[in-house]
Every structure is written in C-alpha cells, then in structure tokens.
C-alpha cells in the first residue's frame, strides 16, 4: 500500500507498527497454529457474508440484484445463502443503499439473513465463522489504493473472496491467479485436454487490440487467453478483456468482461463457454491510464473436459456490477470445494510476510504431472491444494504486524 502512495504524491511514505483494534479477535483469526476451517459436505449450502456498513462505495446496492441474477444461475437443489449486514453509516443510509436494503427485504427469506452491527468482537466473529466466502463488490475506483480489514481477515481466516477487479484487493490476489493459470495450461498441455483456437501477432495494438472472431470447436468448456506483452519498467496497467460468444445465424449468446491488474508481461484469463457458443471475438483494453497495451502476441485456447475447473486461486475478480458479481456467486458456488481448499493451503502464508507469487510458483511446480485436469477437476485441484497446502514448510511464528 505505502508503494501504491508514492506512485501518486511527491511525498515520502513509510509504515510504522501500530496496535491492532480487538486484538483477541484479530490473534484468533491469524494464529496460524489453528487448523484452517475444513471443507463443508457436499450436501451443505454455500455461505456467502457481506460484511462493514452498508454503504454505495462498498457495492451494497448492488447486492440484492446480483443475488437476484445468481437464482437463475444456480441450478441443483443445493442453493446458496447470504448472510448480508445492513446497518447504514448515516441515518437513513445513501440514496443507492436505502434502495438495495429494500430489495434485500423482498428477497425470499431462505436465501438471505439481514443481519445489523455494529458488533462486538465476538459477535462479528462467531458471523464470520458461519460463512464459506465474503463478498466484497467495492468501488474498483475508490479502492484502486485503500485496503480492506474484511479481506485481510477473510484471507487469514481461510474463507474465499469475490472482489472487484482493479481494485487494490484485486492486485493483491492477482499474482496467485496467474501463477494458477500458468500451471493449468501447462498441465492441460500433458494431454488432450487443451487445443490452440487461433494464435495472433500484434504490430501494434495501441490503446485498444480486437482479434478476428475463432470457432470455438466441439466440446469446449472454457476459453482461456494468453497475452504477452511488452511492460515499460515496473508500470502497472488495468487491463480488461472482453469476450463476447455468437452462434452459427451471428446471434450473440453470451460475453463477459474480464480484469487484469498488469505486472508482468505474460497474462492469462480463464472464462466458460455458453452451450450454443459458435465463435468467440476478443478485445483487449487499458482502463483507467494513458498507457498504450504494447501487446505483442495473443493465443486463444479451447478447454474440453468432463467438467470445467475453477478460473481463479481463492480469490474471484469480477466486474462492478450485478451480473459480474451474480456470475462470481456461481463459480464459487459451483467451486466450493476447490476454492476452499484453495484459501486453507493460503491461510499460514497470509499470517506471515511473504511473496505471494514465489508461494504459488513453489505450490504449482511440482502438480503438473499430479493433476488430471480432463478427469474430475475439481476433485483433483482440491486434492493436490489441501496435500501441498500441507506440505509447505512455513514458519508458525506470528509476523510483526505493521
């Protein structure tokens, strides 16, 4: 965060260690001598939180809708369950919240609980125990360089996040993902798994880059998207890839809007395919900055299998808006056991300093051959996560929090 400062002011920034409000409650959460929290049965729903004040910045009012949306997407008679807290800040709350809590009350009772704080320490946390994943829809503009206590605590807890991407929590997560991907592709590259749709060289892809449409062939499940691409020094860019899916008569049958924090300069995205999808077009963004995309290739992959795997590690980047957060919902619902594995093996580490992407790459190296990625998924992820989650030597002494 103190980085994130210095690129925007002339002044100096440092840290300094300071306490910790409801340390008991804090320490109870990032002890790492605690076992992290197993998966639930399969049976269970998932439990999704909302956690801090109602308010607009945080994308309360869009929660109701997105909630909405994700009825039609979860299919089974497992469904998931929200438990959302909704006690506004000032009186009345924003015009936009007072709108959304409404909305909430409409809902059908088996699916949300409206819970009220401020809480108590233990009050907040026997809530955030109840649940599998917290939902953070914040303002990716507002929180482009703010923290979030929620997410700290829902990482060190060992409980899946949704957050916005650009967002600072989304840059956080985001080395852990592409470290995820790169793994993915080259173990689906081990087999039959994985098939090339259409490779691309880019001369010069100034601020916008559309690629011609590509066939999407038989059985495809997921597209996943390689971008190589030239960075200028240790620039970081918000990249966003829009993919949009048509059949045979040129109709549009789906598209979805994906976003990268830019570090490096060898990207991935993972996105499932609509069942009547023909052809995919893709076009590649930089948001938010005067910087052009300097992309020099692009690889549009098709993904076959029994079932699709998780497109993120542990944390899910989505849109600011209703859909992208309803469709987040149902790859964490659909997910469950993967992503919570996921966040279990990420517990220690978040306890401590470290370097996020050295973790994963350490984690990843060795799965290649382990992992059956065309053969029962998701059970093969959450198998190899939980064994070298376990594996991994780290130090059990609490950090000097800072």
Known sequence: MSAYTRTLTCSPISTMACALPNLKLRQSLLDPALPPRRCPPEHAETRFGYFGDAREEKGFPIISEAIDAARDLVQGTVRPHFTIQSNFNVPGGDAGSARGYLRLQSLPQEWRNLVFGPFQGTEYLSLFESIDAVLMPYDPIRYFARSSGVFMEALVAGRAAIVSAGSWMASQAEPFRQAYLRAAEDSLKCGSAIVSLGHFVVADSGATCSLSPVAVTSGVRQILVRIEERLAGD??????????????????VGECDEGIIASRSDLRVLVDVPADAEYVRTTVSCVGHNFPLAITSMEIFGIRGTAAIPRSFGVV?????????????REVHVHRAAYLAMVASMRRFWCQAGDPSQLVKQMTEDARPAIDWNIAAEEAVADWIAAKGAAFDLPQELGTVQ
């Not at 980047?317 to 919902?329: R, S």
């Open 235 to 252: 620039i970081e860019k918000f990249l966003k890839v829009g993919l949009s899916f048509w059949n045979s008569k040129g109709e549009l």
């Open 317 to 329: 980047m989505c849109p600011w808006t209703a859909p992208g957060l309803a469709t987040a919902i």
